[in-house]
């Protein structure tokens, strides 16, 4: 470990945790401790490599030293060798953990599965950095409230942002879980509004927001159909200068064949970049529509990805270690994130 590096532990190694070790290890003032995995699967074998790998508890050493997978120790030992904890333990287990954690007087962040009520603030770089300074227990919102909250904050900074209305057209699990559906239909929320809409609410200050979630069966990317009431109105060119001029969005053409998430993500692996992530917010140009003070627009969220550079930014702003600007500026050039490169 390099001195001045923040060593950060990370609880849940699934399909964020992976994403968040792997972003911490790429910058220059923190460093991954380890990670727990609860089975000496092949992704603990294969995490093996880069991190010292711990387990929930001391009983579970043995199947992985069985499993010839060398254990450093269990969450406790986690702790005591780390500064912060990344938890990204499956919905709903990080308001169990926070227990552990405040009794071991342990800052964490937690993930949108978790609730707002069980942390300080909730967290979004563009929409309210400042908020998490200092804070010892954080959440990162979920990945579509991240989308939400980082396309909508700079155009209610141009020019204020009444009413959001948003339909978000969800994917129904990730690409490495064959567990879940639907593999055959269409499953709406039911509610008016879904749950997003109270949660966008936690790291923007708009009062008016009505969300609607769809499930449908792909494992790609999310769909969000947004409609903006605007203070003042703003022509789309002024708009979409706005959202080019942040390197978490990327203002794509559907014109040269990006007319779907399928050719969005395989833009997205055409990229060197690690797991083939797309960590911007891409918005369809053409989709981008203004009439008086009504702004529409079609914007997609690659998942499993768009949180981690907000998890990143969140451990600064909580350690006090950058400023916002300087903060979302270092983890954008470690981790290559620039929209325009699209
Ligand atoms: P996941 O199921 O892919 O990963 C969770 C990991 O935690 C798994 O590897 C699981 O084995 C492990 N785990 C289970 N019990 C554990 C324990 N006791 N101790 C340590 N690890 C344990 O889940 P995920 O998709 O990474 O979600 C994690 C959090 O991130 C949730 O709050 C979720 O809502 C949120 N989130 C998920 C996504 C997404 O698209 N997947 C996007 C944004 C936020």
């Known amino acids: 470990m390099i001195k001045g590096m923040l060593r950060v532990g990370i609880n849940g190694y699934g399909t964020i945790g992976r994403r968040v070790a792997h972003a911490v290890s790429l910058q220059d003032d923190m460093t991954v401790s380890g990670i727990v995995k609860t089975k000496p699967d092949y992704v603990a074998r294969l ?4 991190y010292n790998i711990y387990v929930p508890k001391e009983s579970d050493v043995k199947a992985f030293e069985d499993a010839g997978i060398k254990v450093k120790g269990d969450l406790s030992k986690l702790i005591e060798d780390s500064e912060l904890i990344v938890d990204s333990t499956p919905e709903g287990m990080g308001e169990k953990n926070i227990v552990t ?6 800052p964490a962040v937690f993930q949108g599965g978790e609730e707002h009520k069980i942390v300080e603030a909730s967290f979004n770089s563009y929409s309210n950095f400042d908020q998490a300074i200092g804070k010892k227990y954080v959440r990162v919102v979920s990945c579509n409230t991240t989308a939400l909250a980082r396309t909508i904050t700079p155009i209610h900074e141009m ?3 009444r009413r959001v209305n948003a339909t978000l057209i969800r994917r129904a699990t990730d690409q490495n879980d064959s567990s879940k559906g639907p593999i055959n239909a269409v499953e709406p929320s039911l509610k008016f509004p879904s749950h997003h809409a109270p949660d966008l609410k936690t790291v923007l200050p708009i009062k008016e927001v009505e969300t609607v979630a769809i499930k ?3 494992t790609l990317m999310h769909v969000h159909v947004i409609e903006l009431n605007l203070e003042k109105e703003a022509k789309a060119n002024q708009i979409i200068d706005a959202w080019k001029s942040k390197r978490r969005i990327a203002v794509i053409s559907g014109k040269d064949g990006r007319s779907s998430t399928a050719q969005v993500m395989d833009m997205a692996r055409e990229v060197d970049r690690d797991r083939s992530d797309l960590y911007e917010i891409p918005i369809w140009k053409e989709s981008v529509f203004v009439s008086g003070n009504t702004l529409r627009y079609i ?3 690659h998942q499993e990805s768009d949180v981690v550079p907000e998890n990143i930014d969140a451990i600064r702003s909580m350690m006090q270690i950058l400023p916002k600007e300087e903060s979302i500026e270092k983890t954008d050039r470690y981790m290559e ?3 325009s490169a699209f």
């Open 47 to 50: 995490a093996s490599k880069y």
């Open 101 to 106: 954690y405040k009794e071991r007087k342990i």
């Open 159 to 161: 020019v204020g942002v």
């Open 216 to 218: 449908v069966p792909t």
């Open 299 to 301: 914007q997609a969220v």
């Open 337 to 339: 994130i620039n929209g």
